[in-house]
């Protein structure tokens, strides 16, 4: 797969593998992202996967733009085989009901399906982790079953409840604070996105797949939800 190399700011370089959503494209950021940081290159300060890119910040004072390319380029040209990691697999449960769904009745409404329907094709599939952004722990997941794809709100909500699950697009997210936004909201989770006691904070992480779970208000209050 070409590899493009961009200038991102005066001390970083943008790596791209394509132009679009896509797991083989996913696969191969989440390959070369493990690579580097196995390598422990000196004068690499962070990497930041992406999409379809992979983002590497660099010590100016010891490293040029091209010299950042070339030493990125020859990491991953001479690695016999660019590994993909094991991921975890982490089931998040959701309260669906229409008191935290904010937007199933509007979503019933536009696709011309019923709420169990709305629930049922959101919970059929297992979601790749493809970026962790706008938030602390917000990761963005994909794709959702072509029958939900929806846009966002024309006019977002000011505040969007911590835990709500949430589509736009052919993507799924979790809000893990309470936060300005417009993606549709589906339900609520009671599980903590972004935590002290989680690796790196968040409890998803690039590469990981996600399914959600339904459950009962009584089991959403159980486990420490609130509405």
């Known amino acids: 797969m070409k590899r ?10 943008i790596l791209y593998f394509g132009e679009s959503i896509d797991p083989a494209v996913s696969k191969e950021v989440q390959k070369a992202y493990h690579a580097l940081k196995e390598a422990k290159v000196e004068g690499f300060y962070e990497l930041i996967p992406s999409y379809a890119s992979l983002m590497v910040v660099y010590d100016v004072l010891s ?18 085989t660019l590994v993909e990691h094991a991921s975890s697999i982490v089931t998040i449960p959701v309260y669906y009901g229409l008191d935290v769904g904010l937007d199933l009745e509007l979503l019933c ?12 094709l959101h919970v059929k599939s297992t979601y790749s982790v493809y970026a962790i952004g706008f938030a602390p722990g917000f990761a963005y997941l994909g794709e959702i079953d072509a029958r939900l794809a929806t846009s966002r709100l024309a006019n977002p909500r000011k505040a969007v409840p911590k835990g709500s699950v949430a589509i736009a697009d ?18 609520r989770t009671p599980t903590a996105m972004f935590d002290a006691t ?30």
Not at 4 to 13: D, N, P, Q, T
Not at 109 to 120: D, F, H, P, Q, W
């Open 109 to 120: 409404e536009e696709k011309g399906l019923s709420v169990e329907e709305i629930i049922a």
């Open 198 to 227: 989680y690796k790196g904070l968040s409890l998803l992480h690039v590469g990981d797949s996600v399914r959600f779970e339904p459950i009962s208000k009584e089991m959403f209050l159980r486990l420490g939800g609130e509405l």
């Open 170 to 187: 052919r993507q799924t997210a979790v809000y893990p604070a309470q936060s300005p936004g417009g993606w549709k909201v589906l339900g």
């Open 4 to 13: 493009v190399y961009k200038i991102a700011s005066e001390s970083s370089v």
């Open 63 to 80: 490293l040029t733009f091209d010299g950042a390319c070339e030493r990125i380029e020859s990491i991953l040209s001479h690695a016999n």
